[in-house]
């Protein structure tokens, strides 16, 4: 059987659903293939056999969605696609077998100064269950931000399983705001990205939220977790452009593999979630009580599967956004709270709501026009 999740399976197979009438289905294939981890020599959605998966799914899932919206005028692709039928996109998908398509990758242009820092924390220490998806998170968004936001691979800062030290070395802590990301920072001209997927923990004592490091205690966090308020304060001192901070991690204590700390289920803290400086927008997976889910199926976390359809451009169709090619922060957060929120509801019966801080009218992911 093909690895969907490692090739061009899932782009093939929304084609052939496609074709053959099964518009549900191909919904389906099409947004798994925009967060695939796909062995096209190292780059996610680009070079693999001329297609570049994640603006044609985009692309199909546009048009799709204008055949629902005109079920009398079925448009035709330039690649003569056969008319299909409306079904409910939020129903599972049934197995079908596909076949190739191909379009050269639309050019992203490079942004020079840009600095990202991509954090994936799977593997803990202390008894502490592992985030199964951590390390495909951080991966498809490194990737994101080179392939589609025009980063410099040489500019991302990848940790995985960071220690307290790591991430100390790359933020500064309370005492020193300097770390690398400083040192890396051209004032008033970088734009940084900061992606972390991992445990998150409220601190019992002063009720503030922190990240786990992999060698951190979950029970101990305001002597061996890393402060996401001194993350942010340092963040602020960069003097970038602009600062986005996603954050697939939940601080209630318990996560979706169980209660991460002593007596969780009677915990009765309400942390401090952070909130967006001067020029810094802070997207956090759900809310300060909640559990932040996993998505089994696609292989990451519940919120960077469509966070990641959400920055590829579904977030700017007429649905939720204004069709400009420019994704903002307000239109990602449209998408979260309708597809994110009521598949956290189907699949687990739980509330899961994005939270968002920072400028709804800022930019957030361009769309690269193909063939430019």
Known sequence: MIDHN?????????????????RRAARDYYRQAQTATLKCEGALFNNCDGVHVLSR?????ALLKAKDANPLRQPQSSSGDIPVATENARQP????????????????????????VIIGNRTYAQNVPPVEFA????????????????????????????????????????RDHRGRSFDWVLRDQSDVVVFYSGYGVPGLQDQRSYLLPVDGDPNRPEIVGFPLDVMQANLEKLGARSVTLFLVACFSGS??????????????????????GKGMVVVTASGSSQIASWDPDARHGLFTNHLLQALSGIADT?????????????EVKAYLDDEMTYQARR?????????VTGPLSTVLSPIPVPGS
């Open 135 to 174: 390390h495909n998170d951080a991966s498809a968004m490194r990737r994101f931000v080179i392939d589609r936001l025009g980063f410099r691979a040489g500019n991302v800062i990848d940790l995985r399983d960071a220690s307290l030290g790591e991430m100390e070395s790359v933020f500064g802590n309370e």
């Open 57 to 61: 799914s985009i692309q199909r899932l």
């Open 93 to 116: 998908a049934v197995a079908i077998i596909g076949s190739k398509a191909s379009r050269p990758p639309p050019k992203v242009a490079e942004n020079r100064s840009a600095v990202a």
């Open 318 to 330: 007429a649905q939720w956004g204004k069709g400009d090619g420019k994704i903002t922060v307000g």
């Open 347 to 355: 699949r687990y019966g739980r509330d899961q709501t994005a939270t």
């Open 255 to 276: 996560c979706h593999a169980g209660a991460l700390i002593n007596s969780a289920s009677g915990l009765a803290i309400t942390p401090k979630l952070p909130v967006g």
């Open 6 to 22: 490692e090739d061009l399976s899932w782009y093939y197979l929304g084609r052939a659903a496609e074709g053959m009438g099964y």
